[in-house]
């Protein structure tokens, strides 16, 4: 298999997207790098899920949104199974509400962990990656991203700010052998959209032509499809997965 061997680190990976990708990558025989910045019980069930399987895998707590944390985070990755070969950018919150009724404070967090722990990551990824002229990122968005969602709007400019960055990586990490794309999420089953009622949830997947919602292993595929070499063209992407929601 073409991923056998390689090193993948998932930020966010405890449980909903993240876990799923965590679980599919593992399967392909990867060397798996978790993190979580305070789910710390649950990270380590994954861990010790993962050690039972035989699976090369680290279990790293952390906030990937401050650059000095990911730093140290990079350096353990390092000296465990030296440089990182596929990055997924998963690390995500939420917030539904009115813009005017939420705070600096919160505007700033949400950009913090949805944004910046992109870059933070990228930063500390690709120097490894033009050196060895390979690797792959893909950075986990959401289909407000582009569409923009009403109650929604900092996320749909932290998710918006997460395309154009892919795009522009794309291009300045192509010569060097670096692919780096983004899934556009609709509507996944995790714990951030456990929220909805009943009523809520038929609204919701009678807007998806599929007429339910998708899953973490769903988006877990399309991770492994982009992180293989049968996508070795494809880069600058931002591939929507929401079940053909209108």
Same mark, same amino acid.
């Given at each position: 298999?073409?991923?056998?061997?390689?090193?993948?680190?998932?930020?966010?990976? @405890?449980?909903?997207?993240?876990?799923?990708?965590?679980?599919?990558?593992a399967k392909a025989g990867c060397n798996i790098i978790l993190n979580a910045s305070k789910s710390k019980e649950a990270?380590?069930?994954?861990?010790?899920?993962?050690?039972?399987?035989?699976?090369?895998?680290?279990? #790293? #707590?952390? *906030?990937?949104?401050? /650059?000095?944390?990911?730093?140290?985070?990079?350096?353990?990755? +390092? *000296?465990?199974?030296?440089?990182?070969?596929?990055?997924?950018?998963?690390?995500?919150? @939420?917030?539904?509400?009115?813009? @005017?009724?939420?705070?600096?404070?919160?505007?700033?967090?949400?950009?913090?962990?949805?944004? /910046?722990?992109?870059?933070?990551?990228?930063? #500390?990824?690709? %120097?490894?990656?033009?050196?060895?002229?390979?690797?792959?990122?893909?950075?986990?968005?959401?289909?407000?991203?582009?569409?923009?969602?009403?109650?929604? %709007?900092? /996320?749909?400019?932290?998710?918006?700010?997460?395309?154009?960055?892919?795009?522009?990586?794309?291009?300045?990490?192509?010569?060097?052998?670096?692919?780096?794309? %983004?899934?556009?999420?609709?509507?996944?089953?995790?714990?951030?959209?456990?929220?909805?009622? +009943?009523?809520?949830?038929?609204?919701?997947?009678?807007?998806?032509?599929?007429?339910?919602?998708?899953?973490p292993a769903e988006v877990a595929k399309l991770a492994l499809f982009l992180a293989e070499e049968s996508s070795s /063209?494809?880069?600058?992407?931002?591939?929507?997965?929401?079940?053909?929601?209108?």
């Amino acid at each position: 298999m073409s991923l056998k061997g390689k090193t993948v680190f998932i930020t966010g990976s @405890s449980r909903g997207i993240g876990q799923g990708i965590a679980f599919a990558f593992a399967k392909a025989g990867c060397n798996i790098i978790l993190n979580a910045s305070k789910s710390k019980e649950a990270l380590l069930e994954m861990e010790k899920q993962l050690a039972r399987d035989n699976i090369p895998v680290l279990a #790293l #707590l952390g *906030d990937a949104s401050d /650059y000095d944390t990911c730093k140290k985070m990079f350096q353990t990755i +390092e *000296d465990t199974f030296g440089s990182v070969d596929i990055l997924i950018n998963n690390a995500g919150i @939420s917030h539904i509400g009115l813009f @005017s009724d939420m705070n600096p404070q919160e505007w700033q967090n949400l950009i913090a962990v949805n944004l /910046y722990s992109v870059f933070n990551c990228t930063h #500390l990824a690709v %120097a490894d990656m033009v050196r060895k002229k390979s690797g792959s990122i893909i950075n986990i968005s959401s289909m407000w991203g582009e569409l923009g969602a009403s109650c929604e %709007a900092v /996320y749909s400019a932290s998710k918006g700010g997460i395309n154009s960055f892919t795009k522009a990586m794309a291009k300045e990490l192509g010569p060097s052998g670096i692919r780096v794309n %983004a899934i556009a999420c609709g509507v996944i089953e995790t714990q951030m959209n456990a929220a909805f009622d +009943e009523g809520e949830r038929k609204a919701l997947a009678d807007e998806i032509s599929l007429m339910r919602f998708g899953t973490p292993a769903e988006v877990a595929k399309l991770a492994l499809f982009l992180a293989e070499e049968s996508s070795s /063209y494809l880069t600058g992407q931002i591939i929507t997965l929401d079940g053909g929601m209108h």
